[in-house]
T-cell receptor, first 114, second 111 residues
Framework: DVKVTQSSRYLVKRTGEKVFLECVQD?????MFWYRQDPGLGLRLIYF???????EKGDIPEGYSVSREKKERFSLILESASTNQTSMYLC?????????????FGSGTRLTVV | GEDVEQSLFLSVREGDSSVINCTYT??????LYWYKQEPGAGLQLLTY?????DMKQDQRLTVLLNKKDKHLSLRIADTQTGDSAIYFC???????????FGGGTRLMVKP
């Protein structure tokens, strides 16, 4: 069964900390995505990557950066965490040739910044 | 850019049918999707429909697509309490690589 794995289900971090959220997929997908999900706002795209070392800003990139050194791993970095970054973070991947199958999502990481 | 809209909330009784609606704006959409999100979990692909189809049925799920009106619906027959979740519709656009998601419809099933 194909999988997208996010390293943590729950995280609590302090304001100002540097935070790494990790996502690994085992499907050899080219495209990977980071979303945040907030009540009433749906899913908002933070960053995406269509190849190793390639990245593109999504709709809300401010306060975030990403790293894609290997095809299977896409990391989201909060350089200096703030309380307004408390949210559910979802990683997804999609292969270029997967046709109809949309995205495969990880289980999500619920981040609380105190 | 592309816009996908859904109503926020739907409440039904167990055993009834649920119909969740979605509208989109991109006439060049190729695939449209329904995802389900249970509490505290990620999104799970439920079903999808190719844009040249009008209907797709998969067990208790029926997807209807009205391409002229850019309207997509998901019907769940014999709704169960386990169907309580948030349902997202999504539209594949931008050279077939990006999904745009609706805001999600929270389905509550009452016993």
């Amino acid at each position: 069964d194909v999988k997208v794995t996010q390293s943590s289900r729950y995280l609590v971090k302090r304001t100002g900390e540097k935070v790494f959220l990790e996502c690994v997929q085992d499907m050899d997908h080219e495209n990977m995505f980071w979303y945040r999900q907030d009540p009433g706002l749906g899913l908002r795209l933070i960053y995406f990557s269509y190849d190793v070392k390639m990245k593109e800003k999504g709709d809300i990139p401010e306060g975030y950066s990403v790293s894609r050194e290997k095809k299977e791993r896409f990391s989201l970095i909060l350089e200096s965490a703030s309380t307004n970054q408390t949210s559910m973070y979802l990683c997804a991947s999609r292969g270029t040739l997967t046709g109809s199958y949309g995205y495969t999502f990880g289980s999500g990481t619920r981040l609380t910044v105190v | 850019g592309e816009d996908v809209e859904q109503s926020l909330f739907l409440s039904v009784r167990e055993g009834d049918s649920s119909v969740i609606n979605c509208t989109y704006t991109d006439s060049s959409s190729t695939y449209l999707y329904w995802y389900k999100q249970e509490p505290g979990a990620g999104l799970q692909l439920l079903t999808y429909i190719f844009s040249n189809m009008d209907m797709k049925q998969d067990q208790r799920l029926t997807v209807l697509l009205n391409k002229k009106d850019k309207h997509l619906s998901l019907r769940i027959a014999d709704t169960q309490t386990g169907d309580s979740a948030i349902y997202f519709c999504a539209d594949l656009y931008n050279a077939g690589n990006m999904l745009t998601f609706g805001g999600g419809t929270r389905l509550m099933v009452k016993p």
